[in-house]
């Protein structure tokens, strides 16, 4: 199942449920952690007495690994991204596009600084989910002035 969205769509409390449920499974460890205290357990239960709380809880956990993944490689966020959207479940860059203050602050400042950002960028530009056609175009023009030096 593809996901269908577009650059001003922010995803839905169960689709960034299912990245947090998927992104712990796979880069957590928490195999000694007792089920009732892991992330989605612990969601499910503040989700009972709690909503508020448990959306601001899935946000920060969503920044949380939004933070983590920075170190990444770009082929791990290649397959990383591959094996979100064939469960259907929105990229990790898609949520660092939407979410990250590193890709605002890239943006913002208009240029990239180093290689790390230059993979980051990348990597947001390389992600198939659709994107407004002057964020694609300000992407390629950071990246080849990088590139130029």
Avoid: W
């Amino acid at each position: 199942m593809e996901r269908d969205t577009d650059d001003k769509v922010e995803p839905s409390y169960d689709e960034l449920k299912q990245f947090l449920a998927f992104y712990t499974e796979r880069y957590l460890n928490i195999e000694t952690v007792p089920l009732e205290k892991r992330p989605i357990a612990s969601l499910d239960e503040l989700e009972k007495t709690r909503p508020k709380a448990a959306a601001a809880g899935l946000r920060q956990a969503i920044n949380d690994c939004i933070e983590m993944s920075l170190h990444f490689n770009n082929s791990d966020i290649e397959i990383l991204d591959n094996d979100l959207r064939e469960l259907g479940i929105v990229t990790i860059s898609t949520l660092r596009r939407l979410y990250s203050k590193t890709y605002k602050r890239i943006l913002s400042r208009g240029k990239i600084k180093n290689d790390t950002e230059l993979h980051f960028i990348k990597n947001v530009l390389n992600d198939p989910t659709p994107k407004a056609s002057d964020e694609i175009e300000k992407l390629e023009e950071m990246i080849a002035v990088y590139e130029e030096r």
